[in-house]
């Protein structure tokens, strides 16, 4: 059964998303203030089934505010979870049409592959998208090497 999410619910996503993200990804205390402050958002999606959770947002565009786009967020599911973020991914696409949205992003910051369920959906690679690693030394020496030279 998908619902949506609730404050009891807390303590189960603190569980789901420890075993989803990756170590460094998650920090309790401030998912949770995060949580607390999308229930209370009207225009964002935030529920669960199960095994499975995800929250959607639906906001204009800053250089074009009359058009509307939905991003789906952070998502976890555990074990078999994967019917229930398929339905929660239709609820969540429906009620961004509702809310007037043109598109649909699937966006993953923790380096979780979303492109099977996108695809599931008919979505496309937006490209280019690119993420530069600021804590990874060899990106710093890859940045300072791939400044230009200046010119005499």
């Known amino acids: 059964m998908l619902r949506r999410v609730t404050e009891g619910d807390i303590p189960w996503l603190h569980q789901l998303c420890a075993a989803a993200y990756p170590s460094g990804y998650y920090d309790p205390v401030a998912s949770e203030a995060w949580v607390r402050a999308l229930m209370r958002a009207p225009n964002v999606f935030l529920m669960r089934g199960e095994?499975?959770?995800?929250?959607?947002?639906v906001s204009p565009l800053p250089w074009q505010p009359t058009i509307k786009v939905a991003?789906?967020?952070?998502?976890a599911s555990q074990g078999r979870g994967m019917i229930e973020l398929v339905k929660l991914t239709e609820a969540a696409i429906d009620w961004a049409?509702?809310?007037g949205a043109s598109k649909f992003y699937f966006a993953a910051v923790?380096?979780?592959?979303?492109?099977p369920l996108a695809r599931r959906f008919g979505a496309v690679p937006v490209s280019?998208?690119?993420v530069l690693d600021?804590?990874?030394?060899?990106?710093?020496?890859?940045?300072t090497s791939a400044r230009p030279s200046r010119m005499p």
Not at 51 to 57: I, P, Q, S, V
Not at 110 to 115: A, H, P
């Open 51 to 57: 095994r499975a959770w995800l929250n959607a947002e």
């Open 71 to 75: 991003r789906l967020l952070p998502v």
């Open 97 to 99: 049409r509702e809310k």
């Open 110 to 115: 923790t380096g979780t592959d979303l492109g």
């Open 128 to 130: 280019p998208s690119y």
């Open 134 to 143: 600021l804590e990874c030394a060899t990106s710093q020496a890859s940045v």
